[in-house]
Structure formats: structure tokens, C-alpha cells
């Protein structure tokens, strides 16, 4: 079963808010370079008493309820929030990251990333590989899910399985379509 994620364009509550009431059911938090950011990113999403996010009535996309106290409990407990991971700040504040309780996943911005270690698109460079290697163990460290925007073009997602990467997005257009293929084709089960 897929749950609709939503990428908000920056780290503002206005739009957080505004996709959840759209109906996401995940939100990916772009340049989550700190702690304060991360737990910004999980109150804007939570309800009251875990955040502040505002009241916009219950979204049909999270089933029917009768009591109003269980809608919010719900998305509280099932909302997926994914900060991404993509500048050499991000990776120097990774543990206070992945540690921010409402964190669920770690999502690497290979592009973002790849430019910011002085790479551009250079996937394959040792200080991109032990940057990935970074996260993973953070991931792995604090019970979170280690995951990537996309698998580069070229690139063999078991390299990534084998890394502890759990979680890849599925986003635009031709590109994306060539390196699904290559993923899903690659994917040992």
C-alpha cells in the first residue's frame, strides 16, 4: 500500500500545514540542517500536545472516525516526516537530527548532497559513499529509516540495500522512470 508524500518546498509551517491538509500523509522536509529544524518540521506536523499544527477538520484520506481525540491520535502516531539530509551541516548534525522524537526517516538529497561535499552528481566519490555511510549509521543508531530521494541514474540500488538504505521516493518524470526501472529491476527479494 502507498501513503501520498508530500515534498514542501521549504521548512515553513504555513506550507507543511498546507499539504497535510491536501491529504499527505508523509511530509519531506528539504535542508533539515539542524535539531531546532527537525523539531520544527515534527511540530508544524503534529497536533497538540506533540505540536502545533492547526485544526482543519478530519481528511477523509485517514479513514472514518467518530471521535475527533482518535483522528488526532492517528495522525500523530501514523504521520511519516522525512527531513532531508543534504549539506555538510545536516551530516555534522546528524545524531541531533535523527534523534528528535517524530523523526522517522533520514532522506538523503543525493544531488543537493553530492554538490555541498564538492562532488556535483559525482555519486560514487569516497567522501559522497562515506557521507552515506554516515547516515546509515545514524539511522540505524536511533531507529530510524536510512533512505534516498532517488537511485542515481547507473547506480545499483542493492549497493544502497546493502548500505542499511530501507526507503527510496519515487519522484519526476523520465529520469526518475530510468532509475525506478534500474531499482526495481535490480532489487534482490
Known sequence: QAAPLVRVAANQAYQICFALDAGARGIIVPMVNTRAEAEAAVRACRYFPLGNRSNAGVRGEWGEFKNY???????????????????????????AIASVPGVDVLLVGPSDLSIELGAPLDYQCDHYQRALNKIAAAAAKHGVVAAMYFIPPGMDPNFY?????????????????????????????
Not at 527531513?83 to 555538510?88: C, G
Open 161 to 189: 540495500v546493502q548500505k542499511g538504505f530501507k526507503f527510496f521516493t519515487m519522484p519526476w518524470g523520465p529520469w526518475a522512470t530510468a532509475g525506478i526501472q534500474n531499482g526495481l529491476s535490480g532489487i534482490k527479494r
Open 69 to 95: 481525540r482518535d483522528y488526532m491520535d492517528a495522525v500523530n502516531n501514523e504521520l511519516v516526516i522525512l527531513p532531508m539530509i543534504e549539506t555538510n551541516e545536516s551530516l555534522e548534525n546528524l545524531d
